[in-house]
């Protein structure tokens, strides 16, 4: 029992404050080291016996705790805002607050912050950053008309990242809404010398081999946007004036959504209705 020692530490940015207090609570040591993981550990190695130590929850606070649990016998990280009106209590200094954090740990005065294993806090700061990250894409994607909430959340979760795709032509692609054309005999003898035949393309249809889930993702925010209000609609009737078909003319928009997609999310800008006016992605 007498080789219990209570530690209070006082974290800043280049120093620690420290105050050890033996089984009896009476001071031992007090002193002022580097903020430095060799430094910490050194001056933890040379104290003997259990070792009870406490810090405040802060900046420093998932760092040390990871530095020194394995070293220590208890560690304490506690609510700044549970022990404030103790700390403010009499005269305040970085040691004085690293001798009153010792003394509250000796009392069993303090509260501890919970903190979990290092693997399974990396997971909950990648999670908690990854959705803050899709709420923020979310926002920006769902400016382009057609495109909601649900259909923003598919296509981050589908495409992934947009770079993934060099142009426009290869999202369409892989978005099943690639023109396949077919085209033989391309050439032919003219007076003794070979010309290309001026015989048109053939169109044959979209690409078979795509991503079905996208394809309904951009053709159902073409046809949402063809009936509601807006730049979109223009466009599309637009096109339908030229003379194309109705699918036709849903398919030349669901083209354009996704070529405004793959540029908002490439270059993180708001949509522009004079994306409309120009070759997008």
């Not at 009106?85 to 740990?105: P, Q, T, Y």
């Not at 909601?148 to 099943?176: C, D, E, I, N």
């Amino acid at each position: 029992m007498t080789s219990i020692k209570y530690i209070g530490l006082d974290v800043h940015k280049e120093s620690i404050s420290i105050a050890v207090l033996d089984f009896a609570g009476k001071m031992m040591m007090e002193c002022v080291i580097e903020t430095k993981a060799s430094t910490i550990l050194q001056f933890i190695h040379g104290l003997r016996g259990d070792l009870h130590l406490t810090f405040e929850e802060g900046t420093w606070a998932s760092w040390l705790y990871d530095l020194l649990k394995p070293h220590v016998t208890e560690l304490v990280v506690c609510n700044p805002r549970k022990i404030a009106l103790l700390l403010k209590d009499g005269s305040k200094s970085d040691r004085i607050d690293a001798h009153k954090l010792a003394e509250l740990l000796y009392i069993k005065k303090i509260k501890p912050v919970y903190h979990g294993e290092h693997g399974l806090r990396m997971l909950k700061e990648l999670s908690r950053s990854y959705l803050t990250i899709s709420k923020d894409l979310g926002r920006l994607l769902r400016q382009i008309p057609g495109i909601g909430p649900l259909r923003a959340a598919h296509l981050v979760a589908l495409m992934q990242t947009p770079h993934r795709f060099r142009t426009k032509r290869q999202l369409w692609t892989y978005s099943g809404l690639g023109l396949e054309t077919h085209d033989s005999a391309q050439y032919r003898v003219v007076e003794g010398q070979l010309q290309r035949s001026k015989k048109p393309v053939t169109l044959r249809g979209l690409n078979d081999n795509h991503n079905h889930d996208l394809k309904d993702i951009f053709k159902g925010a073409a046809m949402r946007a063809s009936t509601a209000a807006g730049p979109l609609r223009n466009f599309y009737e637009a096109v339908l004036a030229k003379g194309r078909k109705p699918t036709m003319a849903r398919l030349t928009l669901a083209r354009k959504i996704a070529a405004i997609t793959l540029m908002v999310w490439k270059k993180e800008v708001r949509f522009d209705a004079n994306y409309l006016k120009q070759q997008a992605a």
